[in-house]
């Protein structure tokens, strides 16, 4: 499949685990920030949303934490599977700039039997 | 549902050949957008549609149009390809835009680019 990231920074769990990718996002104004996971040869795949005005969101297996203060975003994986290696995304977004996702690089996360 | 379809999925040029990617989705959305992934970067934002009828620029639209050809398909011509358009293209939808209190967007499998 298509390489998302050459030289992308890792984190490698054990499997059961827990996993947290971290991301600073670069525009304070920003208030809609999501996680996307992008396995090999696939398009992004959303996992997670969170607005400005909330600091923790929760899902299946995957919180969310903002700290708007120093602009860093979290994704915490809870009991890490193999199925959760992927490169992960975090994208922010200012409603009033109207449209405009902005990617990070990337993490990928390699999950170990 | 299909969700989002692109073709091809791998594309070969030559400097200065010109070619048109192609993307549809069933989900009824409103936005459509196109993007690029080079390795070590995340994507960037070429061209967006918010609606049929309307196009804008992204981050990086020079070197692409784009066509919103009804409010299920969404295309990006490339007029004269250049090897710094070797790349990964997505394409995406959501049902509404940021600013209309849109939220996730939905992606296509990627077409490879290489321009020789």
């Known amino acids: 499949g298509e390489s998302v990231g050459l030289h992308l920074p890792t984190l490698s769990v054990q499997e059961g685990d827990n996993s947290i990718i971290n991301c600073a996002y670069s525009?304070?104004?920003?208030?809609?920030f999501i996680w996307y996971k992008q396995e090999s040869g696939k398009g992004p795949q959303f996992i997670i949303d969170?607005?400005?005005?909330?600091d923790k969101r929760q899902g299946q297996r995957v919180t969310v934490l903002l700290n708007k203060t120093v602009k860093h975003l979290s994704l915490q994986i809870a009991a890490t599977q193999p199925g959760d290696s992927a490169v992960y995304f975090c994208?922010?977004?200012?409603?009033?700039?109207?449209?405009?996702?902005?990617f990070g690089a990337g993490t990928r996360l390699a999950v170990h039997p | 549902n299909a969700g989002v379809t692109q073709t091809p999925k791998f594309q070969v040029l030559k400097t200065g050949q010109s070619m048109t990617l192609q993307c549809a989705q069933d989900?009824?959305?409103?936005?459509m957008y196109w993007y690029r992934q080079d390795p070590g970067m995340g994507l960037r934002l070429i061209y967006y549609?918010?609606?049929?009828?309307?196009?804008d620029k992204g981050e990086v639209p020079n070197g692409y149009n784009v066509s919103r050809l009804n409010k299920r398909e969404f295309s990006l011509r490339l007029e004269s390809a250049a090897p710094s358009q070797t790349s990964v293209y997505f394409c995406?939808?959501?049902?509404?835009?940021?600013?209309?209190?849109?939220?996730?967007?939905?992606f296509g499998p990627g077409t490879r680019l290489t321009v020789l």
């Open positions: 549609s918010a609606s049929e009828g309307t196009t």
């Open positions: 969170i607005r400005s005005n909330m």
């Open positions: 995406a939808s959501s049902e509404a835009p940021w600013d209309r209190g849109g939220n996730e967007q939905f």
């Open positions: 525009n304070s104004a920003s208030d809609y």
């Open positions: 989900m009824n959305h409103n936005s």
């Open positions: 994208a922010e977004s200012f409603s009033g700039g109207y449209n405009k996702l902005i």
